[in-house]
C-alpha cells in the first residue's frame, strides 16, 4: 500500500460509465483504446481522480482496451457494508463481464493484492501483472491487523486527515514525498476516501502466501530498483511463491516506476 515515487496525476472531470457489482453497488469506470481488455487496479488511497496510472493509460491504449475503475468507496464508486474483500472480487468480476468475460490485470501496491485475490478466485484474468505488491514475508497477521485497529479508531476519533498521516508513515512512506503531498491537491483528494485506507489493511490482513500459491496465471511481478529492501524484497518473495510466478527490477524511484519505462514491460508481457 502507498505512494509511488512518480508524480500522481490530478485528473479532471471525466466521462464515467458504470456496471454493476454482485451486491448492488455501481462501480464507475472509464475505458481507452482497442484491443485485448486490460483493467488497472489502483493502490491504497488512489482512484481515478487521484492516480498514478494517468500518464500511463495512452501508452497502453494502442494496444489494449484500458479500463480504469474508482475501487468502491472512492470517486464515482458507491459503496456498501460491511466491506469485505470479496466485494472487491465481485467488482472486478463485473468488470471482466463488462469488459467481454476476460481481462488481464495490472495492479500497482496494495491494488496487486485485490488483482491476486481475483486471479486466485478463478475469475478470468490470463495474465497478471503486479508492481511491488506489499505483503509481509512472515505469515503472522498480528501486527497488521493491529495497524488496521488503531488506524480504524484514529479516524473516528481524530478524523480524515490524521488517519491520512497515520497511514502514510506507518508503511514507510518517506517524508519528503508526505511533505510534498501536504502541498498540493494529492493530500485532500487522500484525505477524501481516507475511510477506504482501512479496506486496504484488511485486503493486507487477508493476503497469506498460501493464496499466492494458489493462482496459477502467469504473473509478472515488478520491482523499482529505487525501492527499499523491504519492498524489493516483497516483490521476490511473491515472485518466488506464485506457480507461474517471474520477478523483473525496473528503473525508478521510491514505490514507483516510470510510465515511459513501466508501459512497454507491461505490453510485452501481456502481448507475449
Given amino acids: 500500500m502507498g505512494e509511488g515515487s512518480e508524480p500522481v496525476a490530478i485528473l479532471g472531470p471525466t466521462t464515467s460509465k458504470t456496471v454493476t457489482s454482485k451486491d448492488g453497488t455501481p462501480i464507475a469506470y472509464e ?8 483493467i488497472l487496479v ?7 481522480e487521484l492516480s498514478s496510472f494517468g500518464g500511463m493509460i495512452g501508452l497502453l491504449a494502442a494496444d489494449f482496451t484500458v479500463y480504469h475503475y474508482d475501487r468502491r468507496g472512492r470517486g464515482d464508486s458507491a459503496d456498501t457494508q460491511p466491506y469485505a474483500v470479496e466485494r472487491e472480487i465481485d467488482d472486478l468480476a463485473a468488470l471482466i463481464d463488462e469488459a467481454g468475460g476476460s481481462a488481464f490485470l495490472y495492479g500497482f501496491s496494495s491494488g496487486g493484492l485485490v488483482a491476486l485475490h481475483a486471479a486466485a478466485s478463478g475469475l478470468t ?38 488517519a491520512v498521516d497515520y497511514f502514510l508513515t506507518g508503511i514507510g512512506v518517506p517524508g519528503e514525498i508526505i511533505a510534498g503531498m501536504r502541498e498540493d491537491q494529492s493530500w485532500s483528494a487522500m484525505e477524501a476516501v481516507a475511510h ?27 520491482g523499482s530498483e529505487g525501492s527499499g529492501d523491504d519492498l524489493t524484497g516483497m516483490a521476490t518473495a511473491v515472485a518466488k511463491t506464485l506457480p507461474k510466478g517471474f520477478h523483473r527490477s525496473l528503473p525508478g524511484g521510491w514505490h514507483g516506476v516510470p510510465d515511459d519505462v513501466l508501459a512497454p514491460v507491461l505490453t510485452e508481457f501481456f502481448k507475449r
Fill in 31 to 38: 475505458q481507452a483504446g482497442t484491443g485485448p481488455a486490460l
Fill in 42 to 48: 489502483d493502490a491504497a488511497g488512489h482512484y481515478r
Fill in 125 to 162: 484474468i490470463p495474465r497478471l501483472a503486479l508492481l511491488e505488491p506489499p505483503i509481509e514475508t512472515n505469515e503472522d497477521r498480528s501486527a497488521q491487523a493491529a495497524f488496521t485497529a488503531e488506524l480504524a479508531e484514529l479516524l473516528a476519533a481524530r478524523g480524515r486527515a490524521a
Fill in 196 to 222: 477506504t485506507l482501512v479496506y486496504d489493511c484488511m485486503v493486507s490482513e487477508a493476503t497469506s502466501f498460501q493464496l499466492l500459491a494458489s493462482v496459477r496465471v502467469p504473473t509478472l511481478v515488478l
